[in-house]
């Protein structure tokens, strides 16, 4: 009995035992063939080496950057806007340039003009002061008698209109004139004045009571103070101690009585009992 399978056998398959027919053919060696390359299994070397690569591609990068900025290359960036050109400043308006130049030409004259008139102002002092020392020497110098000098300008008549013009009359004569003292006197006044200035009379009193004096101009010059004078029916009393005086001693206490003809005059004295 038939195999069923021996039907639907390939007779073009070879039989084990057949041998192969020898064909007389050149033989083609085959290309080489590249194995394929695994990939490595990830580990940390690797991982290293991946990232040595990567800093590696950075850095190349940085220098193609760099050549870029010295001009050896395009750079990367846009170079920077060049600064803005400085604005120039603006004049000064013309008036004040005229002002400027008004200054300039007036300042040497201001200053010259200044100086003038300081050198006119002390000129003028200059002279007022010789003026007033010839004017008040030759007042002190005039009056007759020959004596230490005359009587101040305020001086008063032999018979003054009021008891303070006596006491200052009699203040101003014994500083410079001394000999015209006893005209202030009545004969009974100037032999008191002499009595107590214990010399031989009025005139030698007189001369007495000017050795004492250190300050002829402010001596002849006595500052009153308010009741001061004591005036009552045509007589006055007048006390040198409620006087202000510099430049010699008080000189005592006058009693006055006023005259016939206007005038007052000295008719008693006593020493000035100052504390």
Not at 106 to 118: A, D, E, I, K, S
Not at 125 to 131: E, H, I, M
């Amino acid at each position: 009995m038939a195999d069923p399978n021996e039907s639907h056998r390939d007779d073009r398959t070879p039989r084990p035992d057949a041998t192969p027919d020898v064909v007389d053919a050149e033989l083609v060696p085959d290309p080489p063939r590249t194995p394929p390359v695994s990939a490595p299994a990830p580990d940390d070397e690797q991982a290293r080496q991946y990232e040595q690569y990567q800093r590696f591609l950075e850095f190349q990068r940085f220098q193609e950057w760099q050549r870029g900025q010295d001009g050896t290359g395009a750079p990367d960036a846009p170079p920077p806007p060049p600064p803005a050109a400085p604005q120039q400043p603006q004049g000064r308006p013309w008036w004040k340039k005229a002002l400027v130049l008004l200054w300039s030409l007036l300042r040497p004259l201001l200053g010259r003009l200044l100086f003038l008139l300081v050198t006119v102002a002390l000129v003028v002092l200059l002279l007022f002061w010789l003026l007033s020392e010839l004017l008040g020497g030759v007042t002190g110098g005039g009056g007759g008698g020959g004596g230490t000098g005359g009587a101040p300008p305020d001086a008063a008549p032999v018979t003054p209109p009021s008891p303070q013009r006596v006491v200052r009359a009699f203040y101003g004569y014994v500083a410079h004139q001394p000999e015209q003292v006893c005209a202030l006197f009545t004969p009974e006044g100037g032999n008191a004045f002499a009595y107590y200035s214990q010399t031989a009379d009025c005139a030698a009193a007189a001369v007495a009571a000017h050795e004492k004096v250190t300050e002829p101009n402010s001596f002849s010059s006595p500052r009153f103070t308010n009741d001061v004078i004591q005036e009552s029916e045509g007589t006055a009393v007048v006390d040198s101690c409620a006087l202000s005086v510099s430049g010699g001693p008080p000189l005592g206490k006058f009693s006055m009585s006023h005259q016939p003809n206007g005038g007052w005059q000295i008719d008693n004295y006593e020493p000035a009992a100052c504390s």
